[in-house]
């Protein structure tokens, strides 16, 4: 199987969606690089699929106009995204070759109405000079940010040889011993064959400050989101109440209000639930947020982060939120490897899914879980999100997908806790048959629940709400 960072599952984005504006922005930046030593006059991109049919509400045309542009979605000041998209409707696109390449997104950005058999999220960038195609390259968008380009198999990293090679919860198990007592410290093993030992630790640290910075973002901001159906932010009301009006003008001053705020049951919450809102928020209009494992989740894992650091250990160092990522990184990077991480492929199953159960097993590390309940909690996580259609309406990462975040949270809290005063040994479904049950849910479900937005909420709300 492929090998995985957990820096292949946390990448730090632009919203609203991994697969339809994260792939496709990598995808069209790579297109560009290929384009380096040509000359050309014109450039097409074809979508199909899911791609197509929800590519406009998640702002597909938005992104490849962005890539093929070199902008990069990790550094880009995500406030300046609408001027970009004007500027290049007025000068073009100065290409790597110092062409430039006037764009008409109506046109030349073509959404098809099929789907390419190939897989559900297929794009085709065709370039031209004086009418004459000069190259045309295909691209899947595999969700979490993956792409992949036809023709290129998924092959391991060159000269990669990891210490402890994982493709199942079984391999974790077998490799515990003394120095090895924690998933964390196998996954960490793993991650310095991939980089030195400060670079990982910065990694992680930019990844954790991100999110938490995404939170912040949110709770300050109120007002519509973009896209057409009028849905209210709603985390700087919740945050606002939670605070009892308490004014704040630092992270850090927030956090310690937040930390101060109350420790009942209906406080916290309120409190996982304005985070993860927040997050999706954010991600709903184009602002920076990390996929956790997708956009579409990017809320779970911090709120679930949030709650740990705020409620279980207010004085948790770094390294024990390393250990959270670390664990968390690693379910997330087993159900790519045995299922999907891709709503087009296996439904909201695959993302709010796979994101809650991610957060059930880090928090349970950090809480003083053992290996074997950090991956019962991730099971039991999973097993109540089997099935889970995605169903967004209007295109639109919106609803019911905010809300969904704030449940997949709640929902990983209550897997680690079950998960802590129970007996793995007397569970009757393991990590490992909860990843093949939930690929088989993907496979047999109707592809109409597979974000198309033309089956479930997409599709019976117009009938109430016709202008929808």
Same mark, same amino acid.
């Given at each position: 199987m492929e090998q995985l960072s957990i820096f292949d599952i946390y990448k730090v984005g632009v919203g609203p969606s991994s697969s339809h504006t994260l792939g496709p922005w990598r995808a069209a930046l790579a297109f560009r690089i290929s384009l380096k030593n040509l000359s050309i006059s014109k450039i097409e991109t074809h979508l199909y699929g899911s791609l197509s049919k929800t590519g406009k509400g998640h702002g597909t045309d938005i992104a490849v106009q962005l890539g093929l542009s070199g902008l990069d979605p990790v550094i880009i000041d995500t406030d300046d995204i609408k001027t970009i998209i004007n500027k290049i409707a007025q000068n073009g696109i100065h290409m790597l070759s110092h062409d430039i390449v006037m764009l008409n997104s109506k046109d030349d950005i073509v959404f098809h109405k099929i789907t390419r058999q190939e897989h559900p999220n297929t794009m085709t960038f065709k370039a031209y000079q004086d009418g004459a195609l000069v190259l045309e390259e295909t691209y899947f968008s595999l969700g979490g940010g993956f792409v992949e380009k036809e023709g290129d198999n998924e092959v391991a990293v060159e000269g990669m040889v990891l210490p402890f090679p994982i493709d199942t919860c079984s391999d974790?198990?077998?490799?515990?011993?003394?120095?090895?007592?924690?998933?964390?410290?196998?996954?960490?093993?793993?991650?310095?064959?991939?980089?030195?030992?400060g670079v990982v630790e910065k990694k992680v640290e930019a990844i954790i400050d991100t999110m938490i910075d995404s939170v912040y973002r949110g709770v300050q901001k109120h007002g519509i989101l973009p896209g057409g159906l009028n849905v209210k932010r709603r985390a700087k009301a919740l945050n606002d109440k939670l605070l009892q009006g308490a004014t704040f003008d630092t992270l850090e001053d927030w956090l310690t209000k937040v930390k101060s705020s109350g420790v009942d049951f209906n406080s916290i919450?309120?409190?996982?639930?304005?985070?993860?809102?927040?997050?999706?928020?954010?991600?709903?209009?184009?602002?920076?947020?990390? #996929?956790?494992?997708?956009?579409?989740?990017?809320?779970?894992?911090?709120?679930?982060?949030?709650?740990?650091?705020?409620?279980?250990?207010?004085?948790?160092?770094?390294? #024990?939120?390393m250990r959270y990522m670390l664990t968390s990184g690693e379910v997330g990077s087993l159900f790519k490897?045995?299922? #999907?991480?891709?709503?087009?492929?296996?439904?909201?199953?695959?993302?709010?899914?796979?994101?809650?159960?991610?957060?059930?097993?880090?928090?349970?590390?950090?809480?003083?879980?053992?290996?074997?309940?950090?991956?019962?909690?991730?099971?039991?996580?999973?097993?109540?999100?089997?099935?889970? #259609?995605c169903d967004p309406i209007g295109g639109l990462v919106q609803v019911p997908c905010i809300?969904?975040?704030?449940?997949?949270?709640?929902?990983?809290?209550?897997?680690?806790?079950?998960?802590?005063?129970?007996?793995?040994?007397?569970?009757?479904?393991?990590?490992?048959?909860?990843?093949k049950t939930m690929w088989d849910t993907a496979q047999e479900m109707n592809d109409k629940f597979k974000e198309t937005s033309e089956g479930g909420l997409a599709y019976s709300l117009p009938v109430v709400i016709p202008e929808c």
């Open positions: 974790v198990f077998s490799y515990l011993n003394e120095d090895l007592r924690a998933v964390s410290d196998i996954v960490f093993e793993n991650e310095l064959a991939f980089r030195e030992r919450n309120q409190w996982v639930s304005c985070f993860a809102l927040a997050v999706n928020e954010e991600n709903a209009s184009f602002g920076r947020i990390v #996929t956790a494992p997708t956009n579409g989740a990017a809320g779970v894992i911090p709120a679930v982060l949030l709650y740990y650091m705020c409620f279980c250990n207010p004085d948790a160092d770094r390294q #024990t939120l490897k045995g299922a #999907t991480i891709s709503a087009a492929v296996g439904g909201c199953q695959a993302e709010i899914g796979v994101s809650s159960a991610m957060a059930a097993a880090g928090l349970t590390e950090v809480l003083g879980g053992t290996p074997e309940q950090v991956f019962m909690a991730a099971e039991i996580a999973m097993e109540h999100h089997l099935g889970m #259609t809300e969904r975040n704030a449940m997949g949270a709640m929902k990983a809290i209550t897997a680690c806790n079950l998960a802590l005063v129970g007996n793995p040994q007397d569970a009757i479904v393991n990590f490992d048959i909860v990843v």
